[in-house]
């Protein structure tokens, strides 16, 4: 068996058995922490990520109009309209999220309760535990 195929196979699994272990019990404890962090956390981290991404369209937006005036002043023309190029767009971006959240404000918090009644059936549904292990033999 130890030359054919399958049974390198069962050797390569045998020799790294304690990797396996350890795989499963750290998958195990990462899927207990994440469910249970979402479910206590869900609404704010789907809120703050909303945040997020409103903040880095207008700091990319901010950081190239800055980007403009010093190339401006270095007298480099190209790196310049580059700049305001990015920055252009970048702020159009930002006025269209921003004007998406404010359109969609129901839909989105809507989305966002969803999110949170989610995570909070994935802590009530103990099976779900035992995902990781089970997809490691999938």
Same mark, same amino acid.
């Given at each position: 068996?130890?030359?054919? =195929?399958?049974?390198?196979?069962?050797?390569?699994?045998?020799?790294? =058995?304690?990797?396996?272990?350890?795989?499963?019990?750290?998958?195990?404890?990462?899927?207990?922490?994440?469910?249970?962090?979402?479910?206590?956390?869900?609404?704010?981290?789907?809120?703050?990520?909303?945040?997020?991404?409103?903040?880095?369209?207008?700091?990319?937006?901010?950081?190239?109009?800055?980007?403009?005036?010093?190339?401006?002043?270095?007298?480099?023309?190209?790196?310049?309209?580059?700049?305001?190029?990015?920055?252009?767009?970048?702020?159009?971006?930002?006025?269209?999220?921003?004007?998406?959240?404010?359109?969609?404000?129901?839909?989105?918090?809507?989305?966002?309760? $969803?999110?949170?009644?989610?995570?909070?059936?994935?802590?009530?549904?103990?099976?779900?535990?035992? $995902?990781?292990?089970?997809?490691?033999?999938?």
């Amino acid at each position: 068996m130890g030359n054919s =195929s399958s049974g390198a196979y069962f050797k390569d699994l045998y020799l790294s =058995s304690t990797s396996i272990y350890i795989s499963f019990a750290t998958g195990f404890i990462w899927s207990i922490i994440v469910i249970y962090f979402l479910s206590l956390f869900a609404e704010w981290v789907a809120w703050g990520m909303v945040f997020v991404v409103q903040i880095g369209f207008i700091g990319v937006t901010l950081m190239s109009l800055k980007m403009y005036s010093k190339y401006k002043e270095d007298g480099d023309s190209e790196n310049a309209n580059a700049a305001i190029g990015i920055g252009g767009l970048f702020g159009i971006l930002s006025l269209i999220f921003a004007c998406m959240i404010y359109c969609g404000y129901n839909q989105l918090k809507t989305a966002i309760d $969803v999110l949170d009644a989610s995570a909070d059936f994935l802590a009530g549904t103990k099976r779900i535990f035992l $995902v990781p292990v089970v997809y490691f033999f999938v």
